[in-house]
């Protein structure tokens, strides 16, 4: 074997392939080749200078922080809100429904009687007119007062349902609460006002159900 | 980091959990920048390239196949926006000599010298590696430094393992003829004028 033909096997003696009476020549040539000696020694240290050279600059402290923020600006904002938001938003829908219940379904009774029950005339309340009169104001005031809550309560549901919707297509991704994931898909359909309820009650029912059963268990 | 831990942190990565994705940017993003700065010797767009190749691979996690190891698949995004910017580069430029792109900052980075002969084999290898292509660079960068395969190159650059095979063979030929003539035959003539002279 001379030099030429030695430097062809170079490549299959780096990488461990050369094996058998090829490898048995390759040696013997190197044994008496002082250059190929050296140029052996040299390819090696080609791979060991490219494989453990640690004197590649250092990045800047803050990448991390840089990489981060570039992707958060490039995400949707649904997808940024963070849990806290989550929960506030939440709070105020919850908040928003109670005064919902309060001014739709506990409604205060007016003062006025029955139909066909005639108000009764005792000594101390001499005039009947200026009793029904006073029933009426009453009335009067509680029906303002009802509009008052419930024009507040729309508003406010205008504000909260474009969010709410947005919140309810990744309750997954901002790792919120069993409770408000199982909401979201109901929040998402509850458009109209007079279904929030019907969204939010199924959920608290649900709920209600497990420490029933844990109750009944004490209770036998 | 291990392939049980990447994985698990791919998975909570997918499902949009940004500290996880964070993790994996802490694991990967010096190996990374080492492999784009050698391409680009340039510190600055160096960090820029690595900094798109990781809010391009959080945007296509989706579409990443867990049969390729997941340094694989960055190393493939960060080696063809640096082709890009080295083309990009020779636009500009006109022509493009990998040589010269080393900056003084080597020499700066050096802190750890040894020996003057080490560090001078050391200076004349990397020169001798920044002569070569682009894919030659990248398959001598990714076989030695990275321990890929030829089947895991070829991934990273689009390319059959028989032709990352060519690439690597004719990397070597040419660093052994470039260092050669300034390694083994300085070294043989000085070993000869020695042995004169102790004659």
């Not at chain 2, 290898?125 to 682009?134: G, M, N, R, Y």
């Not at chain 2, 430094?145 to 032709?163: F, H, N, W, Y």
């Amino acid at each position: 074997m001379n030099c030429a033909e030695s430097e062809q096997l170079i490549d299959a003696y780096l990488d461990g392939e050369l094996s058998g009476s090829l490898r048995l020549e390759f040696d013997a040539h190197r044994l008496r080749c002082r250059r190929c000696q050296l140029t052996v020694a040299m390819m090696e240290s080609v791979g060991h200078v490219v494989a453990g050279d640690r004197s590649t600059p250092l990045l800047a402290e803050d990448f991390t922080d840089r990489v981060m923020t570039a992707i958060d600006r490039r995400r949707p904002l649904a997808v940024r809100l963070r849990p806290t938001r989550v929960a506030i938003v939440a709070g105020a829908l919850l908040q928003a429904a109670a005064v919902i219940y309060l001014a739709v379904v506990v409604q205060p009774q007016p003062a006025t009687p029955p139909p066909g029950v005639l108000p009764t005339v005792t000594r101390a309340d001499p005039d009947p007119t200026e009793r029904f009169a006073r029933a009426d104001q009453k009335v009067e005031r509680h029906e303002a007062l009802h509009d008052y809550i419930l024009s507040r309560v729309e508003a406010a549901w205008a504000n909260l349902t474009s969010e709410s919707q947005q919140l309810a297509r990744y309750p997954l991704d901002l790792g919120v609460s069993g409770r408000l994931a199982r909401a979201a898909p109901s929040l998402e359909q509850a458009g109209p006002l007079g279904r929030i309820l019907e969204a939010l009650l199924p959920v608290a029912a649900e709920e209600a159900e497990s420490p029933t059963s844990t109750d009944d268990e004490h209770s036998l | 980091m291990s392939t049980d831990e990447a994985r698990r942190l791919i998975a909570r990565a997918k499902r949009g959990h940004a500290d996880a994705f964070r993790a994996l940017v802490e694991a990967y993003q010096e190996r990374l920048f080492a492999f784009v700065w050698r391409m680009i010797r340039d510190h600055h767009d160096a960090e820029d390239i690595c900094q798109a190749v990781f809010v391009k691979a959080y945007e296509s996690l989706p579409s990443y196949s867990e049969k390729y190891a997941f340094s694989t698949w960055l190393f493939t995004i960060a080696y063809r926006m640096s082709i890009n910017s080295l083309r990009k580069k020779r636009t500009l430029s006109g022509s493009i000599d990998f040589a010269q792109l080393a900056r003084p900052e080597d020499d700066a980075a050096q802190t750890l010298a040894n020996s003057e002969e080490a560090r001078r084999l050391r200076t004349q290898i990397w020169e001798a590696v920044d002569e070569l292509s682009p894919p030659q660079k990248s398959s001598v960068l990714l076989f030695y430094r990275e321990g890929k395969s030829c089947d895991q190159i070829g991934q990273v650059l689009g390319m059959p393992a028989v032709t990352v095979k060519s690439h690597l063979h004719r990397a070597r030929e040419k660093l052994r003829k470039r260092l050669q003539a300034e390694l083994v035959d300085e070294r043989m003539a000085f070993e000869f004028l020695s042995q004169a002279h102790l004659a």
